[in-house]
């Protein structure tokens, strides 16, 4: 009845409900001549809204079987569309029964292709190329070996403390180690808009096995650093760290309904009044410039709480000469509170 009133059709279809799937792609090129090639598969499965954050290829945790069924179907597939250039094809993975449903065709490269040009040690964007001009890649018709494995994770500015808002501002450092991939577009002084996607950057890492891959992640990202606006960084390093990655026991639902993450962040919930962040020794030499010298008023207190919670000396810390700040620390820490004599609580209770 609802189907004859809204669309004048009665018909309906259903859909089977496969509540922890993995989301598993295979990558297909082809010269649309009908001979089409199949590049090993993606798992996909750790997501967020349905938005992917960490690839890796080959998917872990597959049978011989089911691996070689999802490829026949997606070579099967490309074949008979004698599918042209260089495509996707994403399945629903029940892996309580080891079955693969047809998603959908992805008609385009994938945001996640570096990690199958990592495990073939080719360049897809190059085939594509070639294949239009007329020219097709030898390795079409000579299907490489794979090597390793690949993971990829996606650097947002978001801010996982708001439920992972979208976040914006000028990047006044930006920093990824040199012995991996990082396809980006930011740098020193990029200012981040809120009007666009959130991608700031896509870390890739190849290793021998898989192990290695994650090993290697875990180094990248403890060497990546940006500053100046909110991102998902400390997520994704909590994230490969986690037992669901190391183990393989992926799922769509892991990052939303078994993984916990507490941000490494601390809410300004007031201000305060001339309450300042500050560094030892400041900013010096640039009189001649014409700009005085900056830092804290009590260099020696300052310099002494570092001390006490093991920072170097010249670490960041705030400096309250009238009326301090209301934070809230998401995270444990330890704080220490030198200089004059002040009034401080800790949840409410005045601390001595």
Same mark, same amino acid.
């Given at each position: 009845?609802?189907?004859?009133?809204?669309?004048?059709?009665?018909? %309906?279809?259903?859909?089977?409900?496969?509540?922890?799937?993995?989301?598993?792609?295979?990558?297909?090129?082809?010269?649309?001549?009908?001979?089409?090639?199949?590049?090993?598969?993606?798992?996909?499965?750790?997501? !967020?809204? /349905?938005?992917?954050?960490?690839?890796?290829?080959?998917?872990?945790?597959?049978?011989?079987?089911?691996? +070689?069924?999802?490829?026949?179907?997606?070579?099967?597939?490309?074949?008979?569309?004698?599918?042209?250039?260089? @495509?996707?094809?994403?399945?629903?993975?029940?892996?309580?029964?080891?079955?693969?449903?047809?998603?959908?065709?992805?008609?385009?490269?994938?945001?996640?292709?570096?990690? #199958?040009?990592?495990?073939?040690?080719?360049?897809?964007?190059?085939?594509?190329? +070639?294949?239009?001009?007329?020219?097709?890649?030898?390795?079409?018709?000579?299907?490489? #070996?794979?090597?390793?494995?690949?993971?990829?994770?996606?650097?947002?500015?978001?801010?996982?403390?708001?439920?992972?808002?979208?976040?914006? *501002?000028?990047?006044?450092?930006?920093?990824? $180690?040199?012995?991996?991939?990082?396809?980006?577009?930011?740098?020193? *002084?990029?200012?981040?808009?809120?009007?666009?996607?959130?991608?700031?950057?896509?870390?890739?890492?190849?290793?021998? /096995?898989?192990?290695?891959? %994650?090993?290697?992640?875990?180094?990248?990202?403890?060497?990546?650093?940006? %500053?100046?606006? +909110?991102?998902?960084?400390?997520?994704?390093?909590?994230?490969?760290? +986690?037992?669901?990655?190391?183990?393989? /026991?992926?799922?769509?639902?892991?990052?939303?309904?078994?993984?916990?993450?507490?941000?490494?962040?601390?809410?300004?919930?007031?201000?305060?009044?001339?309450?300042?962040?500050?560094?030892? $020794?400041?900013?010096?030499?640039?009189?001649?410039?014409?700009?005085?010298?900056? *830092?804290?008023?009590?260099?020696?207190?300052?310099?002494?709480? /570092? !001390?006490?919670?093991?920072?170097?000396?010249?670490?960041? @810390?705030?400096?309250?000469?009238?009326?301090?700040?209301?934070?809230?620390?998401?995270?444990?820490?330890?704080?220490?509170? #030198? @200089?004059? #004599?002040?009034?401080?609580?800790?949840?409410?209770?005045?601390?001595?």
């Amino acid at each position: 009845r609802l189907a004859s009133k809204f669309f004048k059709n009665t018909g %309906i279809y259903l859909e089977r409900c496969i509540d922890d799937a993995r989301h598993i792609e295979v990558q297909m090129f082809g010269d649309g001549h009908g001979h089409v090639i199949t590049l090993g598969e993606r798992d996909c499965s750790l997501q !967020r809204r /349905n938005q992917k954050i960490v690839e890796e290829t080959p998917a872990p945790n597959l049978t011989d079987d089911v691996r +070689s069924r999802l490829h026949d179907a997606a070579l099967r597939l490309g074949t008979l569309a004698k599918y042209r250039s260089a @495509g996707t094809i994403e399945f629903v993975y029940d892996r309580t029964n080891q079955e693969f449903y047809f998603l959908e065709v992805n008609c385009r490269l994938q945001v996640e292709h570096p990690i #199958t040009e990592a495990i073939f040690d080719i360049d897809l964007v190059e085939w594509m190329v +070639s294949l239009a001009a007329g020219h097709p890649a030898k390795a079409l018709y000579n299907v490489p #070996t794979s090597r390793g494995a690949a993971i990829e994770v996606r650097l947002c500015s978001e801010e996982p403390v708001h439920d992972f808002r979208p976040s914006s *501002g000028t990047l006044h450092e930006v920093l990824f $180690p040199s012995n991996v991939r990082v396809d980006t577009w930011i740098t020193n *002084g990029t200012e981040v808009s809120p009007y666009y996607d959130s991608l700031l950057a896509k870390v890739i890492v190849h290793g021998n /096995n898989r192990k290695e891959a %994650i090993e290697r992640m875990q180094r990248a990202l403890e060497h990546t650093r940006l %500053i100046g606006i +909110s991102t998902n960084l400390d997520f994704l390093r909590h994230v490969i760290g +986690s037992s669901f990655v190391t183990s393989g /026991n992926l799922s769509t639902k892991v990052l939303t309904d078994y993984f916990k993450y507490r941000p490494n962040a601390i809410e300004i919930l007031k201000p305060g009044t001339y309450t300042t962040i500050q560094d030892y $020794p400041g900013r010096v030499k640039f009189w001649d410039v014409g700009v005085p010298p900056s *830092g804290p008023m009590d260099s020696y207190a300052f310099r002494l709480a /570092n !001390r006490l919670v093991g920072n170097t000396e010249d670490a960041a @810390g705030l400096e309250c000469t009238l009326d301090g700040p209301f934070l809230y620390f998401h995270t444990s820490n330890t704080i220490a509170i #030198t @200089g004059a #004599t002040m009034n401080a609580t800790l949840n409410n209770t005045p601390v001595d």
